[in-house]
Protein backbone atom coordinates (compact mmCIF):
# COMPACT_ATOMS: atom_id res chain seq x y z
CA UNK A 1 0.00 0.00 0.00
CA UNK A 2 0.94 3.18 -0.28
CA UNK A 3 0.81 6.14 2.28
CA UNK A 4 1.56 9.99 1.90
CA UNK A 5 2.47 11.13 5.36
CA UNK A 6 2.73 15.05 6.41
CA UNK A 7 4.77 16.18 9.89
CA UNK A 8 4.61 19.94 10.48
CA UNK A 9 4.73 19.46 14.26
CA UNK A 10 7.40 21.77 15.36
CA UNK A 11 10.44 23.30 13.42
CA UNK A 12 10.04 20.85 10.05
CA UNK A 13 7.44 20.78 7.64
CA UNK A 14 8.33 17.30 5.94
CA UNK A 15 6.48 15.33 3.14
CA UNK A 16 6.93 11.10 2.64
CA UNK A 17 5.29 8.80 0.18
CA UNK A 18 5.54 5.28 1.58
CA UNK A 19 5.17 2.01 -0.40
CA UNK A 20 4.92 -0.65 2.44
CA UNK A 21 4.72 -4.30 1.78
CA UNK A 22 4.67 -7.38 4.47
CA UNK A 23 8.76 -6.84 4.41
CA UNK A 24 9.41 -4.05 3.10
CA UNK A 25 9.25 -0.51 3.34
CA UNK A 26 10.12 1.58 0.95
CA UNK A 27 10.24 5.54 0.12
CA UNK A 28 9.50 6.63 -2.70
CA UNK A 29 9.74 10.12 -1.53
CA UNK A 30 11.05 11.35 1.81
CA UNK A 31 11.69 15.69 1.78
CA UNK A 32 12.33 17.66 4.90
CA UNK A 33 12.26 21.28 5.03
CA UNK A 34 13.74 22.78 8.13
CA UNK A 35 13.22 25.99 9.97
CA UNK A 36 16.11 26.12 11.67
CA UNK A 37 17.92 28.40 9.99
CA UNK A 38 15.16 31.04 10.08
CA UNK A 39 14.88 30.47 13.92
CA UNK A 40 19.21 31.09 14.33
CA UNK A 41 17.98 34.29 12.48
CA UNK A 42 15.40 35.30 15.09
CA UNK A 43 17.20 33.61 18.02
CA UNK A 44 14.39 31.74 18.80
CA UNK A 45 11.10 30.19 17.56
CA UNK A 46 8.48 32.89 16.60
CA UNK A 47 5.17 30.56 16.35
CA UNK A 48 4.08 33.02 13.81
CA UNK A 49 6.86 33.09 11.70
CA UNK A 50 7.22 29.34 12.01
CA UNK A 51 3.17 28.67 11.23
CA UNK A 52 3.83 30.99 8.22
CA UNK A 53 6.70 29.01 6.94
CA UNK A 54 4.65 25.88 7.26
CA UNK A 55 2.09 27.79 5.48
CA UNK A 56 4.32 28.62 2.61
CA UNK A 57 6.43 25.29 2.47
CA UNK A 58 3.68 22.82 2.75
CA UNK A 59 1.55 23.31 -0.68
CA UNK A 60 4.78 23.66 -2.73
CA UNK A 61 6.15 20.29 -1.03
CA UNK A 62 2.56 18.47 -1.74
CA UNK A 63 3.12 19.97 -5.65
CA UNK A 64 6.56 18.90 -6.13
CA UNK A 65 6.07 15.57 -4.98
CA UNK A 66 2.16 14.31 -5.95
CA UNK A 67 0.75 14.77 -9.23
CA UNK A 68 -2.75 15.68 -8.65
CA UNK A 69 -4.36 12.95 -10.53
CA UNK A 70 -2.40 10.14 -8.66
CA UNK A 71 -3.59 7.73 -6.05
CA UNK A 72 -2.44 6.65 -2.60
CA UNK A 73 -4.25 4.11 -0.99
CA UNK A 74 -3.90 6.56 2.87
CA UNK A 75 -2.58 9.84 4.05
CA UNK A 76 -0.82 10.29 7.33
CA UNK A 77 -0.58 13.38 9.72
CA UNK A 78 0.74 14.13 12.77
CA UNK A 79 -1.59 15.72 15.34
CA UNK A 80 -0.20 16.10 18.16
CA UNK A 81 1.97 16.39 20.76
CA UNK A 82 3.75 20.10 19.59
CA UNK A 83 3.19 23.42 18.50
CA UNK A 84 -0.19 24.53 18.52
CA UNK A 85 0.29 26.80 15.61
CA UNK A 86 2.62 24.48 13.67
CA UNK A 87 -0.06 21.42 13.71
CA UNK A 88 -2.73 23.01 12.40
CA UNK A 89 -0.85 23.45 9.12
CA UNK A 90 0.04 20.12 8.23
CA UNK A 91 -3.56 18.84 9.60
CA UNK A 92 -5.71 21.85 8.06
CA UNK A 93 -3.63 19.83 4.38
CA UNK A 94 -4.04 16.77 4.91
CA UNK A 95 -7.75 16.95 5.85
CA UNK A 96 -8.50 18.47 2.98
CA UNK A 97 -6.67 16.59 0.72
CA UNK A 98 -8.06 13.73 2.44
CA UNK A 99 -11.88 15.02 2.15
CA UNK A 100 -10.85 16.29 -1.64
CA UNK A 101 -9.15 12.83 -2.58
CA UNK A 102 -11.65 10.92 -0.54
CA UNK A 103 -9.16 8.77 0.61
CA UNK A 104 -8.62 7.99 4.63
CA UNK A 105 -6.29 9.68 6.85
CA UNK A 106 -4.36 8.26 9.58
CA UNK A 107 -3.66 10.73 12.26
CA UNK A 108 -0.71 9.84 13.88
CA UNK A 109 0.71 10.31 17.58
CA UNK A 110 4.51 12.34 17.07
CA UNK A 111 5.91 10.09 19.70
CA UNK A 112 4.92 6.78 17.97
CA UNK A 113 6.69 8.19 14.86
CA UNK A 114 10.01 8.64 16.43
CA UNK A 115 9.70 5.10 18.23
CA UNK A 116 9.22 3.63 14.72
CA UNK A 117 11.77 5.54 12.90
CA UNK A 118 13.84 2.05 13.99
CA UNK A 119 11.61 0.09 11.35
CA UNK A 120 13.16 2.59 8.91
CA UNK A 121 16.75 1.85 10.33
CA UNK A 122 16.54 -1.77 10.59
CA UNK A 123 15.28 -4.46 8.10
CA UNK A 124 15.13 -6.96 10.88
CA UNK A 125 12.76 -5.12 12.57
CA UNK A 126 10.45 -5.15 9.20
CA UNK A 127 10.47 -8.80 8.97
CA UNK A 128 10.85 -10.34 12.44
CA UNK A 129 9.84 -7.30 15.08
CA UNK A 130 7.67 -9.92 17.21
CA UNK A 131 11.46 -11.30 18.17
CA UNK A 132 11.88 -8.01 19.47
CA UNK A 133 8.82 -7.44 21.74
CA UNK A 134 8.40 -6.44 24.54
CA UNK A 135 11.32 -3.65 23.82
CA UNK A 136 12.11 -0.89 26.17
CA UNK A 137 12.65 2.11 24.23
CA UNK A 138 14.07 5.53 25.21
CA UNK A 139 12.68 8.30 23.25
CA UNK A 140 14.91 11.48 24.07
CA UNK A 141 14.62 15.08 22.60
CA UNK A 142 14.09 18.88 22.81
CA UNK A 143 10.54 18.00 24.49
CA UNK A 144 10.70 14.58 25.54
CA UNK A 145 12.45 12.20 28.03
CA UNK A 146 10.13 9.12 28.16
CA UNK A 147 10.99 5.18 28.96
CA UNK A 148 8.55 3.02 27.17
CA UNK A 149 7.42 -0.35 27.62
CA UNK A 150 6.36 -1.64 23.72
CA UNK A 151 5.00 -4.63 24.49
CA UNK A 152 3.57 -4.87 20.77
CA UNK A 153 2.72 -2.91 17.96
CA UNK A 154 0.94 -0.24 19.10
CA UNK A 155 0.98 -1.58 22.57
CA UNK A 156 2.61 1.03 25.20
CA UNK A 157 3.36 1.31 28.92
CA UNK A 158 5.03 4.47 30.02
CA UNK A 159 7.66 3.68 32.86
CA UNK A 160 9.14 7.01 33.61
CA UNK A 161 9.66 10.39 32.11
CA UNK A 162 11.62 14.02 32.80
CA UNK A 163 9.73 15.74 35.53
CA UNK A 164 11.32 18.75 34.74
CA UNK A 165 13.26 19.78 31.45
CA UNK A 166 14.01 17.21 28.88
CA UNK A 167 17.44 15.93 27.96
CA UNK A 168 17.42 17.76 24.83
CA UNK A 169 16.25 21.48 26.19
CA UNK A 170 19.07 20.66 28.82
CA UNK A 171 21.81 20.51 26.56
CA UNK A 172 20.14 23.57 24.85
CA UNK A 173 20.19 25.72 27.82
CA UNK A 174 23.79 24.76 29.14
CA UNK A 175 25.01 25.45 25.56
CA UNK A 176 23.10 28.87 26.11
CA UNK A 177 24.81 29.61 29.90
CA UNK A 178 28.30 28.25 27.66
CA UNK A 179 27.08 31.06 25.03
CA UNK A 180 27.94 28.35 22.73
CA UNK A 181 24.93 29.07 20.22
CA UNK A 182 22.30 27.11 19.22
CA UNK A 183 20.62 24.28 18.43
CA UNK A 184 22.80 23.47 21.57
CA UNK A 185 22.65 19.48 21.35
CA UNK A 186 25.34 19.02 18.51
CA UNK A 187 27.48 22.26 19.85
CA UNK A 188 28.00 20.48 23.23
CA UNK A 189 28.57 17.34 22.32
CA UNK A 190 31.40 17.95 19.67
CA UNK A 191 32.93 20.01 22.65
CA UNK A 192 32.93 16.96 24.94
CA UNK A 193 35.15 15.26 22.74
CA UNK A 194 37.92 17.28 23.03
CA UNK A 195 37.20 17.77 26.85
CA UNK A 196 37.81 15.76 30.09
CA UNK A 197 35.04 14.58 31.69
CA UNK A 198 36.55 14.03 35.13
CA UNK A 199 37.37 17.14 35.42
CA UNK A 200 34.03 18.43 36.81
CA UNK A 201 32.15 16.54 39.51
CA UNK A 202 28.20 17.19 38.25
CA UNK A 203 25.52 15.36 40.37
CA UNK A 204 23.02 12.59 38.67
CA UNK A 205 19.75 13.41 39.90
CA UNK A 206 17.10 10.79 40.52
CA UNK A 207 19.51 8.59 39.74
CA UNK A 208 19.04 6.38 42.60
CA UNK A 209 14.87 7.62 42.76
CA UNK A 210 13.87 3.81 42.46
CA UNK A 211 11.23 4.54 40.02
CA UNK A 212 12.13 5.46 36.11
CA UNK A 213 11.46 9.02 35.91
CA UNK A 214 14.21 11.74 35.35
CA UNK A 215 14.95 15.23 36.45
CA UNK A 216 17.52 17.30 34.67
CA UNK A 217 16.84 20.87 35.64
CA UNK A 218 18.87 20.47 38.89
CA UNK A 219 21.97 19.35 36.45
CA UNK A 220 21.81 22.29 34.80
CA UNK A 221 21.41 24.44 37.63
CA UNK A 222 24.39 22.93 38.41
CA UNK A 223 26.50 23.63 35.56
CA UNK A 224 25.00 27.18 36.51
CA UNK A 225 27.08 27.17 39.77
CA UNK A 226 30.08 25.78 38.22
CA UNK A 227 30.36 28.46 35.96
CA UNK A 228 29.23 31.20 39.02
CA UNK A 229 32.30 29.59 41.06
CA UNK A 230 34.58 29.65 38.56
CA UNK A 231 34.50 33.42 37.29
CA UNK A 232 36.40 33.61 33.88
CA UNK A 233 36.58 30.34 32.10
CA UNK A 234 38.63 29.53 29.15
CA UNK A 235 37.89 27.23 25.63
CA UNK A 236 39.29 24.23 27.79
CA UNK A 237 37.23 24.79 30.78
CA UNK A 238 34.51 25.08 28.12
CA UNK A 239 35.52 21.67 26.77
CA UNK A 240 35.52 20.51 30.40
CA UNK A 241 32.23 21.60 31.24
CA UNK A 242 30.25 19.97 28.25
CA UNK A 243 32.31 16.50 28.55
CA UNK A 244 31.52 16.39 31.96
CA UNK A 245 27.42 17.49 31.26
CA UNK A 246 27.10 15.13 28.27
CA UNK A 247 28.74 12.43 30.86
CA UNK A 248 26.27 12.68 33.59
CA UNK A 249 23.40 12.34 31.55
CA UNK A 250 24.88 9.71 29.64
CA UNK A 251 25.10 7.87 32.82
CA UNK A 252 21.92 8.64 33.86
CA UNK A 253 20.35 7.51 30.54
CA UNK A 254 21.77 4.09 30.56
CA UNK A 255 21.49 3.36 34.43
CA UNK A 256 17.60 3.80 34.81
CA UNK A 257 17.61 2.17 30.78
CA UNK A 258 19.65 -0.64 32.16
CA UNK A 259 17.34 -0.97 35.26
CA UNK A 260 14.36 -1.55 33.39
CA UNK A 261 15.45 -3.65 30.53
CA UNK A 262 16.67 -6.03 33.60
CA UNK A 263 12.94 -5.36 35.53
CA UNK A 264 10.57 -5.81 32.40
CA UNK A 265 12.65 -8.75 30.37
CA UNK A 266 13.06 -6.91 27.80
CA UNK A 267 13.68 -8.93 24.36
CA UNK A 268 15.85 -5.50 22.67
CA UNK A 269 16.20 -2.22 23.13
CA UNK A 270 15.62 1.21 21.17
CA UNK A 271 16.81 4.45 21.03
CA UNK A 272 15.04 7.14 19.09
CA UNK A 273 14.11 11.08 19.13
CA UNK A 274 16.93 13.65 18.24
CA UNK A 275 19.06 12.87 20.84
CA UNK A 276 19.24 9.54 19.30
CA UNK A 277 22.05 11.90 17.15
CA UNK A 278 24.18 11.67 20.53
CA UNK A 279 27.09 9.38 19.91
CA UNK A 280 28.10 8.65 23.16
CA UNK A 281 24.59 7.90 24.69
CA UNK A 282 24.29 5.27 21.59
CA UNK A 283 27.67 3.83 22.10
CA UNK A 284 27.36 3.44 26.01
CA UNK A 285 23.66 1.78 25.44
CA UNK A 286 24.89 0.04 22.31
CA UNK A 287 28.00 -1.48 25.20
CA UNK A 288 25.90 -1.81 28.21
CA UNK A 289 22.94 -4.06 25.69
CA UNK A 290 25.53 -6.33 24.02
CA UNK A 291 27.01 -7.02 28.31
CA UNK A 292 23.46 -8.46 28.56
CA UNK A 293 23.37 -9.75 24.79
CA UNK A 294 20.26 -7.81 23.95
CA UNK A 295 19.60 -7.02 20.19
CA UNK A 296 20.41 -2.58 20.30
CA UNK A 297 18.29 -0.80 17.72
CA UNK A 298 18.94 2.81 16.79
CA UNK A 299 17.61 5.20 13.62
CA UNK A 300 19.88 6.05 11.67
CA UNK A 301 20.58 10.49 11.70
CA UNK A 302 18.37 11.55 8.82
CA UNK A 303 15.47 9.82 10.60
CA UNK A 304 16.49 10.88 14.63
CA UNK A 305 14.82 14.72 14.27
CA UNK A 306 12.02 14.92 12.75
CA UNK A 307 10.97 13.70 9.47
CA UNK A 308 8.18 12.44 7.91
CA UNK A 309 9.15 8.89 6.89
CA UNK A 310 8.78 8.03 10.64
CA UNK A 311 4.90 9.10 10.69
CA UNK A 312 4.11 7.52 7.42
CA UNK A 313 5.72 3.95 8.98
CA UNK A 314 3.98 4.35 12.16
CA UNK A 315 0.50 5.06 10.29
CA UNK A 316 1.18 1.54 8.12
CA UNK A 317 1.30 -0.31 11.69
CA UNK A 318 -1.72 1.87 12.94
CA UNK A 319 -3.74 0.70 9.15
CA UNK A 320 -2.55 -2.80 10.15
CA UNK A 321 -3.97 -3.10 13.40
CA UNK A 322 -7.16 -0.81 12.25
CA UNK A 323 -6.41 1.88 14.69
CA UNK A 324 -6.66 6.10 14.07
CA UNK A 325 -8.45 5.67 10.40
CA UNK A 326 -10.69 8.36 9.71
CA UNK A 327 -13.17 8.88 6.30
CA UNK A 328 -15.52 10.72 4.87
CA UNK A 329 -17.52 13.21 7.01
CA UNK A 330 -15.98 12.25 10.32
CA UNK A 331 -12.51 13.94 8.63
CA UNK A 332 -13.71 17.44 9.38
CA UNK A 333 -13.52 17.21 12.67
CA UNK A 334 -9.89 16.12 12.81
CA UNK A 335 -7.88 18.81 15.02
CA UNK A 336 -4.18 18.86 16.73
CA UNK A 337 -4.22 17.22 20.14
CA UNK A 338 -0.75 19.47 20.90
CA UNK A 339 -0.89 17.57 24.41
CA UNK A 340 -1.90 13.64 22.96
CA UNK A 341 -0.63 11.79 25.81
CA UNK A 342 -0.52 8.22 23.92
CA UNK A 343 1.64 6.56 26.41
CA UNK A 344 -0.34 5.12 29.64
CA UNK A 345 0.99 4.08 32.89
CA UNK B 1 5.52 44.42 47.12
CA UNK B 2 6.66 42.07 49.20
CA UNK B 3 10.47 40.30 49.13
CA UNK B 4 12.03 37.10 50.27
CA UNK B 5 15.22 35.52 50.64
CA UNK B 6 15.02 32.02 50.58
CA UNK B 7 17.70 29.77 51.78
CA UNK B 8 16.82 26.23 50.22
CA UNK B 9 14.15 24.98 47.82
CA UNK B 10 11.62 23.99 50.94
CA UNK B 11 11.51 27.81 51.97
CA UNK B 12 11.29 28.64 48.07
CA UNK B 13 8.30 26.57 47.93
CA UNK B 14 6.52 28.00 50.99
CA UNK B 15 6.59 31.20 49.17
CA UNK B 16 4.81 29.92 45.91
CA UNK B 17 2.32 28.16 48.39
CA UNK B 18 1.59 31.30 49.75
CA UNK B 19 0.89 32.84 46.69
CA UNK B 20 -1.39 29.57 45.74
CA UNK B 21 -3.72 30.44 48.36
CA UNK B 22 -4.19 34.18 47.68
CA UNK B 23 -4.75 33.29 43.66
CA UNK B 24 -8.12 34.09 41.75
CA UNK B 25 -9.05 33.31 38.21
CA UNK B 26 -8.24 35.44 35.81
CA UNK B 27 -4.75 36.59 36.97
CA UNK B 28 -1.83 36.55 35.45
CA UNK B 29 1.49 35.52 37.14
CA UNK B 30 4.69 36.87 35.29
CA UNK B 31 7.81 34.83 36.22
CA UNK B 32 11.04 36.15 35.25
CA UNK B 33 14.77 35.73 36.26
CA UNK B 34 17.96 34.02 34.57
CA UNK B 35 18.29 30.39 33.91
CA UNK B 36 18.79 28.44 37.22
CA UNK B 37 17.21 31.03 39.07
CA UNK B 38 14.37 28.69 39.55
CA UNK B 39 11.11 29.67 37.68
CA UNK B 40 9.94 25.82 37.01
CA UNK B 41 10.44 25.15 40.21
CA UNK B 42 8.49 28.22 41.44
CA UNK B 43 5.79 26.86 39.27
CA UNK B 44 5.59 23.22 40.12
CA UNK B 45 5.44 24.35 44.26
CA UNK B 46 2.00 26.73 43.00
CA UNK B 47 0.96 23.81 41.62
CA UNK B 48 1.04 21.70 44.57
CA UNK B 49 -0.96 24.56 45.96
CA UNK B 50 -3.09 24.50 44.25
CA UNK B 51 -3.84 21.11 44.17
CA UNK B 52 -3.24 19.85 41.01
CA UNK B 53 -2.07 16.26 40.55
CA UNK B 54 -0.08 16.09 37.37
CA UNK B 55 3.57 16.52 37.53
CA UNK B 56 4.74 19.86 36.28
CA UNK B 57 7.30 20.06 33.40
CA UNK B 58 9.25 22.55 31.46
CA UNK B 59 7.20 23.95 28.55
CA UNK B 60 10.12 25.56 26.82
CA UNK B 61 9.68 23.45 24.23
CA UNK B 62 6.41 23.54 22.72
CA UNK B 63 5.72 27.36 24.70
CA UNK B 64 2.13 26.05 26.60
CA UNK B 65 1.10 23.32 28.02
CA UNK B 66 -2.40 23.38 30.64
CA UNK B 67 -3.65 21.36 33.14
CA UNK B 68 -7.12 20.95 35.00
CA UNK B 69 -7.46 22.58 38.43
CA UNK B 70 -10.44 23.10 41.14
CA UNK B 71 -9.10 25.04 43.02
CA UNK B 72 -11.81 28.17 44.10
CA UNK B 73 -13.19 29.32 40.89
CA UNK B 74 -9.87 28.63 38.80
CA UNK B 75 -10.85 25.50 36.19
CA UNK B 76 -7.24 25.47 34.44
CA UNK B 77 -3.65 26.13 35.07
CA UNK B 78 -1.80 27.63 31.42
CA UNK B 79 1.91 27.38 32.00
CA UNK B 80 3.81 29.37 29.53
CA UNK B 81 7.72 29.78 28.54
CA UNK B 82 8.61 32.38 26.33
CA UNK B 83 12.31 31.26 26.61
CA UNK B 84 12.14 30.07 22.63
CA UNK B 85 10.46 33.45 21.47
CA UNK B 86 11.85 36.32 19.85
CA UNK B 87 11.42 39.21 22.62
CA UNK B 88 8.93 41.42 20.63
CA UNK B 89 6.86 38.85 19.36
CA UNK B 90 3.06 38.59 20.48
CA UNK B 91 1.57 35.43 22.22
CA UNK B 92 -1.97 35.70 20.61
CA UNK B 93 -0.09 33.57 17.98
CA UNK B 94 -0.54 30.62 20.25
CA UNK B 95 -3.58 31.29 21.71
CA UNK B 96 -2.45 33.08 24.60
CA UNK B 97 -5.77 35.47 24.41
CA UNK B 98 -7.98 33.08 24.42
CA UNK B 99 -6.89 32.19 27.85
CA UNK B 100 -6.05 35.87 29.19
CA UNK B 101 -9.47 36.93 28.48
CA UNK B 102 -11.34 33.63 30.51
CA UNK B 103 -12.27 34.14 34.07
CA UNK B 104 -11.46 30.37 35.18
CA UNK B 105 -7.96 29.89 33.74
CA UNK B 106 -5.15 31.11 35.78
CA UNK B 107 -1.86 31.90 33.21
CA UNK B 108 1.75 31.96 34.79
CA UNK B 109 4.21 32.82 31.90
CA UNK B 110 7.98 31.78 32.20
CA UNK B 111 10.64 34.96 30.53
CA UNK B 112 7.55 37.66 30.96
CA UNK B 113 10.37 39.76 30.85
CA UNK B 114 10.55 39.06 27.02
CA UNK B 115 7.21 40.63 26.24
CA UNK B 116 6.04 44.53 26.41
CA UNK B 117 2.48 43.66 25.78
CA UNK B 118 1.20 42.23 29.21
CA UNK B 119 -2.33 43.19 30.18
CA UNK B 120 -1.50 45.75 33.05
CA UNK B 121 -4.27 44.97 35.16
CA UNK B 122 -4.89 41.18 37.57
CA UNK B 123 -0.77 41.15 36.93
CA UNK B 124 1.30 39.62 39.59
CA UNK B 125 5.34 40.10 38.90
CA UNK B 126 7.38 37.09 40.34
CA UNK B 127 11.11 38.09 39.94
CA UNK B 128 13.41 35.05 40.70
CA UNK B 129 17.22 35.65 41.50
CA UNK B 130 20.02 33.28 42.08
CA UNK B 131 22.05 34.18 44.97
CA UNK B 132 24.24 31.21 45.12
CA UNK B 133 23.59 27.37 45.40
CA UNK B 134 20.16 27.18 46.54
CA UNK B 135 19.70 30.57 47.83
CA UNK B 136 17.04 32.89 46.03
CA UNK B 137 15.26 36.47 46.16
CA UNK B 138 11.71 36.54 45.23
CA UNK B 139 10.20 39.92 44.83
CA UNK B 140 6.19 39.81 44.40
CA UNK B 141 4.56 43.00 43.30
CA UNK B 142 0.81 42.68 42.07
CA UNK B 143 -1.17 45.26 40.48
CA UNK B 144 -4.78 43.73 41.07
CA UNK B 145 -8.30 45.17 40.50
CA UNK B 146 -11.27 45.59 42.74
Redesign the interface.
Known sequence: MRILALESSCDETALTILNAQADSLVLEKDQVYSQVDIHQQFGGVVPEVAARQHAETIIPLLSANIKSEEKVDYLAVTTGPGLITSLLLGVTAAKTLAYAKNTPLVTVNHMEGHIYSNWLSNDELVKNANKYFPSLVLIVSGGHTELVLMKGHGDYQLLGSTVDDAVGEAFDKVAKLLDLGYPGGPIVSQRANDGDCSIYDLPRPMINSGDYNFSFSGLKTAVLYTLERKKKINTEDVDNVCASFQNAVVDILVNKTMKAAQEFGVKSIMLAGGVAANNQLKESLQQEARIKDLPFFFPELKYSGDNAAMISVAAYYNILNKKNIISGKDLLSVAPQSNWQLFKK | MQEFVTNNIKETNKVANDLATSLESGQLIALSGN??A?K??FV?ALAVGLGISE?I??P???????YPVNYKQIKQLIHVDC????AS??LA???LQDFLDDPQTLVVIEWADKLDNLPKNNLINVKME?L??DKRKIVISSKLVG
Open positions: LGGTVKTTSTFVLMKSYRLDEDDIGFGQ
